[in-house]
């Protein structure tokens, strides 16, 4: 039982609670040099934080401080202190945000396609997603475009 004390009771450190937050950041915005590039950070730092680098003094894994923390949720959008946090019981809303960030992405680059090359645009996409062997074959863009009393 006093041993459970001294480790902490489960309960995760700060560091690692910054570096899964890491990790979430990333993902939402795509790329570890993307996030460094926008937090002001070098993307070689980041880099280590995520690799648990040791520090060469201590030989303990690198520490994300105080200002790389704040300029990362500032990078992402977020208030002051969810670095901090514990968002792996979220993990789906946060995947879902990622999601809903990207789809709006598409929206908007699609958007931007002149309306005789949109279907053009359509097929392509439809082709990556079936080479995935996440489409269904089955339904075309005519059936998406009639509706279920067009089958």
Do not use: C
């Not at 560091?15 to 993902?27: F, K």
């Not at 946060?94 to 002149?114: A, C, G």
């Amino acid at each position: 039982m006093f041993s459970d004390l001294l480790s902490n009771g489960g309960m995760k450190t700060n560091d690692e609670i910054r570096r899964e937050n890491l990790a979430i950041a990333v993902g939402r915005m795509g790329k570890a040099t993307t996030l460094a590039t926008k937090a002001g950070v070098a993307p070689a730092y980041l880099s280590q934080l995520k690799a648990k680098t040791k520090e060469q003094k201590t030989g303990t894994p690198k520490a994300m401080g105080d200002d790389v923390a704040r300029r990362i949720e500032k990078a992402i959008g977020e208030l002051p202190g969810w670095m901090d946090t514990d968002h792996s019981e979220r993990g789906s809303a946060d995947q879902v945000s990622v999601d809903l960030q990207n789809i709006s992405e598409l929206i908007s680059l699609y958007s931007r396609v002149p309306p005789e090359l949109r279907h053009r645009v359509y097929v392509a996409a439809r082709g990556v997603v079936e080479r995935l062997g996440l489409g269904d074959s089955a339904t075309t863009h005519d059936e998406h475009q009639a509706g279920p009393s067009g089958r």
